[in-house]
């Protein structure tokens, strides 16, 4: 069955890149959408945007300025770039499949800090 | 504040018959399909129900889901220990074109 991987730096500095890649293993990336969803600590669900493998994308509104997703089918894989990061974004990041979010990666802890 | 409205928390003993509730509006729940998440601590959320009453393959049938208009409910009978967890609603905003959850409910069982 379809599994999937973050990777991706634990520790990003106050107002530099977070970049996460998702590897898609056991199925193609070429069909449904792919999205990124993070949980910060103590908190809920905060799903930060998708993209169909043709590449179009949606984001959260109120990430939408400093997020984006892109998708590289060649390697079966799509990623994150959130710019611009603060302490409010230390969260654990997930990516997940389709809509609604199903299977999902184990998630990865990005710590913003200097 | 998340777009859709779940209690905080939940608790019944083992055995007994838990009701946890998420409420929307026609943009999100009232006019497309809602999923409920299990989630431990340290472990990705985990689907549980899918098109507002469907179990994904292998969850029993302990856990059930409804809707109606613009809330849904997912009831779990015959509570268990191992039931204990963090439990989300999710669907998708037709106005914000976006994928939103519940802010999540912790159960406890007593």
């Known amino acids: 069955q379809v599994q999937l991987q973050e990777s991706g730096p634990g520790l990003v500095k106050p107002s530099e890149t977070l970049s996460l890649t998702c590897t898609v293993s056991g199925g193609s990336i070429s069909s449904y959408y792919w999205s990124w969803i993070r949980q910060p600590p103590g908190k809920g669900l905060e799903w930060i945007g998708y993209?169909?493998?043709?590449?179009?994308?949606s984001y959260n509104s109120s990430l939408k300025s400093r997020v984006t997703i892109s998708v590289d089918t060649s390697k079966n894989q799509f990623s994150l770039r959130l710019n611009s990061v603060t302490a409010a974004d230390t969260a654990v990041y997930y990516c997940?499949?389709?809509?609604?979010?199903?299977?999902w990666g184990q998630g990865t802890l990005v710590t913003v800090s200097s | 504040q998340s777009v859709l409205t779940q209690p905080p928390s939940v608790s019944a003993a083992p055995g007994q018959k838990v009701t946890i509730s998420c409420s929307g509006t026609?943009?999100?729940?009232?006019?497309?399909?809602v999923s409920w998440y299990h989630k431990l601590p340290g472990t990705a959320p985990k689907l549980l129900i899918y098109?507002?009453?469907k179990r994904l393959s292998g969850i029993p049938d302990r856990f059930s889901g409804s809707k109606s208009g613009t809330s849904v409910t997912l009831v779990i009978t015959g509570l268990q220990t191992g039931d204990e967890a963090d439990y989300y609603c999710g669907t998708y905003d037709s106005s914000l074109s976006a994928v939103v959850f519940g802010g999540g409910t912790k159960l406890t069982v007593l």
């Open positions: 098109d507002n009453n």
């Open positions: 997940a499949r389709g809509i609604p979010p199903y299977p």
């Open positions: 993209i169909y493998y043709t590449g179009t994308t």
């Open positions: 026609s943009s999100n729940i009232g006019n497309n399909y």
